[in-house]
């Protein structure tokens, strides 16, 4: 059966460029389980943009001497080119900065305070000393007054996960520039979460096929689930939608309460863009549609406890029910696939400390389907991990290259050379219809491990598959049958060419660049998963902006066995992978440490 398959993705903050780190938890996760999918023949809807507003963009504009809206536009250019670089197929990925955006997320805050679940109180508010502007939250840093954590966050604790606010850590300093901040109350607006911890803890006690790691983490947030502020003292974001609030340049709703709004409203974008206005609903009001939440584990707090606050509020309930008050009923999530995270060289990431390696930088002297590889393999899926180079280099030559790369290349580079198409399949042996039906069966071990989110695992499966025609070959020798047994070696070459034709479709997830080049080795035509493209979105009032999307419904790919024709002309083949010499990382280990001194 069909199903509606929502992949909302963790927005990246447009305030810089993004670094690996970034995208091992929301990037490539996401996208391997979204190509997967509609290889499979769901329908999906992949959405997320850059997330534009807060006062992390005001300081970094400040820093740069530039406006927010300057700031924002122009890595939200760099940020979209890095993603369609890495492949990410998004059916819309678009920014927060839309008139649409501000439409739903208003609607949202208005709907949620005249039920009673947004309230007034009063905070205490960080502001910088030295600029006189609002401090958010994650630009403050202390010790926790729980577990005594030295580099606690304004709004939470890594270490012990209990949500703070910033007036609650002992000898807080900003981030920004080491000084003390000046808290002065204030008057905010609030989500009251703690009139939705009953239902929240039904719920996601239910989620057993959650990753424990976020079930366990999701279930203590509960434990003292305090209202959260949901309005800051800024000039930068969305507006207020209370007749009070409207001229006021001084209150706005905070980033967060929108960023997480933008899953609904990059889903309502899109089916505007694609001329299907009321499309959008069937993910959001379909009780049999999934939605798939992916981010890094700093961010389940938001998916897993305010967002579904937020999406119950509104609709007075939980996935198909008929709801009762104005707000419509909205699906909340599935599943909340969470990355761990990933260090660099022993290090945390630190863009200001020179510890990172961009995207577009890796992009620039490496292969995509590289990087992917590396984070779905050796990523922090399940665990915090440490990318170093030289495990880089490792993994892509004695793995990706020698277990993938050399198979395809060495059975392409014979076959092309004994026959020059494919050979016939009319003389097969048992061992040879052997192998080909254990590659088949890989379909529906390696579609399953996709479907529980288990990438890693998924993609090593796809090593041994390949690994064992590696082994068929060893033993068949089609390299002397070619000298002696002309009729035997394509029988032979045939069974590779349809286990390698196979095992194309089934690394296509993980591998989108290089498993196109080897569907066109083979002499196939069009693309097998579809192909990313940038169009401009055109909105009501005649403002205009960039959407990263594709045309999927184009992809000649399913996820099912292939059919190799006999005496179908093969290209002359290519390497698919570059092998990486030892010097990469001396190299890549000196350009760090001129970052980290500089």
């Given at each position: 059966?069909?199903?509606?398959?929502?992949?909302?993705?963790?927005?990246?903050?447009?305030?810089?460029?993004?670094?690996?780190?970034?995208?091992?938890?929301?990037?490539?996760?996401?996208?391997?389980?979204?190509?997967?999918?509609?290889?499979?023949?769901?329908?999906?809807?992949?959405?997320?943009?850059?997330?534009?507003?807060?006062?992390?963009?005001?300081?970094?504009?400040?820093?740069?001497?530039?406006?927010?809206?300057?700031?924002?536009?122009?890595?939200?250019?760099?940020?979209?080119?890095?993603?369609?670089?890495?492949?990410?197929?998004?059916?819309?990925?678009?920014?927060?900065?839309?008139?649409?955006?501000?439409?739903?997320?208003?609607?949202?805050?208005?709907?949620?305070?005249?039920?009673?679940?947004?309230?007034?109180?009063?905070?205490?508010?960080?502001?910088?000393?030295?600029?006189?502007?609002?401090?958010?939250?994650?630009?403050?840093?202390?010790?926790?007054?729980?577990?005594?954590?030295?580099?606690?966050?304004?709004?939470?604790?890594?270490?012990?996960?209990?949500?703070?606010?910033?007036?609650?850590?002992?000898?807080?300093?900003?981030?920004?520039?080491?000084?003390?901040?000046?808290?002065?109350?204030?008057?905010?607006f609030f989500l009251d979460l703690s009139a939705f911890v009953d239902p929240l803890r039904r719920w996601i006690n239910?989620?057993?096929?959650?990753?424990?790691?976020?079930?366990?983490?999701?279930?203590?947030?509960?434990?003292?689930?305090?209202?959260?502020?949901?309005?800051?003292?800024?000039?930068?974001?969305?507006?207020?939608?209370?007749?009070?609030?409207?001229?006021r340049s001084d209150k706005k709703i905070y980033v967060w309460f929108d960023a997480v709004t933008g899953y609904l409203?990059?889903?309502?974008?899109?089916?505007?863009?694609?001329?299907?206005?009321?499309?959008?609903?069937?993910?959001?009001?379909?009780?049999?549609?999934?939605?798939?939440?992916?981010?890094?584990?700093?961010?389940?707090?938001?998916?897993?406890?305010?967002?579904?606050?937020?999406?119950?509020?509104?609709?007075?309930?939980?996935?198909?029910?008929?709801?009762?008050?104005?707000?419509?009923?909205?699906?909340?999530?599935?599943?909340?696939?969470?990355?761990?995270?990933?260090?660099?060289?022993?290090?945390?990431?630190?863009?200001?400390?020179?510890?990172?390696?961009?995207?577009?930088?890796?992009?620039?002297?490496?292969?995509?389907?590289?990087?992917?590889?590396?984070?779905?393999?050796?990523?922090?899926?399940?665990?915090?991990?440490?990318?170093?180079?030289?495990?880089?280099?490792?993994?892509?030559?004695?793995?990706?290259?020698?277990?993938?790369?050399?198979?395809?290349?060495?059975?392409?580079?014979?076959?092309?050379?004994?026959?020059?198409?494919?050979?016939?399949?009319?003389?097969?042996?048992?061992?040879?219809?052997?192998?080909?039906?254990?590659?088949?069966?890989?379909?529906?071990?390696?579609?399953?491990?996709?479907?529980?989110?288990?990438?890693?695992?998924?993609?090593?499966?796809?090593?041994?598959?390949?690994d064992l025609v590696n082994r068929y070959l060893n033993d068949t020798e089609p390299w002397q049958l070619v000298k002696?047994?002309?009729?035997?070696?394509?029988?032979?070459?045939?069974?590779?060419?349809?286990?390698?034709?196979?095992?194309?479709?089934?690394?296509?997830?993980?591998?989108?660049?290089?498993?196109?080049?080897?569907?066109?080795?083979?002499?196939?035509?069009?693309?097998?998963?579809?192909?990313?493209?940038?169009?401009?979105?055109?909105?009501?009032?005649?403002?205009?902006?960039?959407?990263?999307?594709?045309?999927?419904?184009?992809?000649?790919?399913?996820?099912?066995?292939?059919?190799?024709?006999?005496?179908?002309?093969?290209?002359?083949?290519?390497?698919?992978?570059?092998?990486?010499?030892?010097?990469?990382?001396?190299?890549?280990?000196?350009?760090?440490?001129?970052?980290?001194?500089?």
């Amino acid at each position: 059966m069909v199903q509606n398959i929502l992949v909302s993705v963790a927005w990246p903050y447009a305030n810089g460029p993004r670094h690996i780190g970034h995208v091992a938890g929301f990037g490539v996760p996401s996208d391997i389980f979204a190509r997967y999918h509609r290889l499979a023949g769901n329908r999906v809807l992949m959405v997320s943009g850059t997330d534009e507003h807060g006062t992390p963009i005001t300081v970094q504009a400040d820093k740069e001497g530039v406006t927010p809206k300057t700031l924002v536009d122009r890595y939200n250019g760099i940020i979209t080119e890095d993603l369609m670089k890495l492949g990410l197929s998004y059916d819309l990925f678009t920014r927060t900065t839309t008139l649409n955006h501000s439409v739903i997320t208003q609607d949202l805050f208005k709907t949620l305070f005249e039920k009673g679940y947004i309230i007034k109180k009063y905070m205490m508010g960080a502001f910088s000393a030295r600029t006189g502007h609002t401090l958010p939250d994650r630009f403050l840093e202390g010790t926790c007054p729980h577990c005594a954590f030295e580099e606690a966050r304004g709004d939470q604790c890594d270490n012990c996960g209990k949500q703070l606010d910033p007036e609650e850590l002992i000898n807080p300093r900003s981030k920004v520039d080491g000084e003390p901040p000046v808290f002065r109350e204030s008057e905010h607006f609030f989500l009251d979460l703690s009139a939705f911890v009953d239902p929240l803890r039904r719920w996601i006690n239910d989620q057993e096929h959650w990753r424990s790691n976020v079930r366990r983490f999701s279930l203590n947030l509960l434990e003292d689930l305090q209202p959260r502020a949901i309005t800051r003292d800024l000039e930068w974001g969305i507006t207020i939608p209370l007749p009070e609030y409207e001229d006021r340049s001084d209150k706005k709703i905070y980033v967060w309460f929108d960023a997480v709004t933008g899953y609904l409203s990059a889903s309502v974008e899109w089916a505007d863009y694609v001329g299907q206005p009321d499309a959008w609903r069937e993910w959001w009001q379909n009780p049999e549609a999934r939605h798939y939440y992916f981010m890094g584990k700093d961010n389940i707090v938001f998916h897993s406890v305010i967002w579904p606050s937020m999406l119950i509020g509104y609709g007075n309930g939980l996935p198909g029910s008929l709801g009762t008050g104005e707000g419509e009923p909205l699906g909340i999530p599935f599943d909340v696939v969470s990355s761990e995270f990933l260090t660099m060289e022993g290090r945390k990431f630190s863009s200001s400390r020179g510890v990172v390696i961009y995207v577009k930088d890796f992009l620039d002297r490496y292969d995509p389907d590289a990087l992917r590889f590396y984070l779905t393999i050796a990523g922090p899926e399940s665990q915090d991990t440490d990318f170093t180079w030289a495990e880089f280099v490792r993994r892509n030559n004695d793995e990706l290259v020698a277990t993938w790369g050399n198979l395809v290349n060495r059975v392409m580079s014979m076959t092309n050379k004994a026959f020059g198409k494919v050979p016939p399949n009319d003389k097969l042996q048992p061992a040879d219809r052997e192998t080909i039906e254990k590659v088949e069966l890989a379909f529906g071990s390696i579609g399953d491990l996709i479907e529980k989110c288990s990438f890693k695992a998924a993609l090593a499966e796809c090593l041994l598959t390949a690994d064992l025609v590696n082994r068929y070959l060893n033993d068949t020798e089609p390299w002397q049958l070619v000298k002696t047994d002309m009729e035997r070696a394509g029988a032979v070459l045939y069974t590779a060419l349809q286990c390698i034709d196979n095992l194309k479709v089934l690394l296509a997830p993980f591998l989108p660049f290089s498993c196109q080049r080897l569907h066109q080795m083979l002499g196939y035509q069009g693309s097998l998963s579809g192909e990313l493209r940038f169009d401009e979105h055109q909105e009501k009032n005649g403002d205009s902006h960039r959407v990263l999307t594709g045309d999927y419904h184009k992809r000649v790919g399913t996820w099912r066995p292939t059919a190799l024709p006999p005496g179908q002309a093969l290209q002359d083949p290519q390497p698919l992978f570059k092998k990486l010499d030892d010097s990469v990382v001396t190299e890549e280990l000196a350009r760090m440490e001129t970052r980290v001194a500089e």
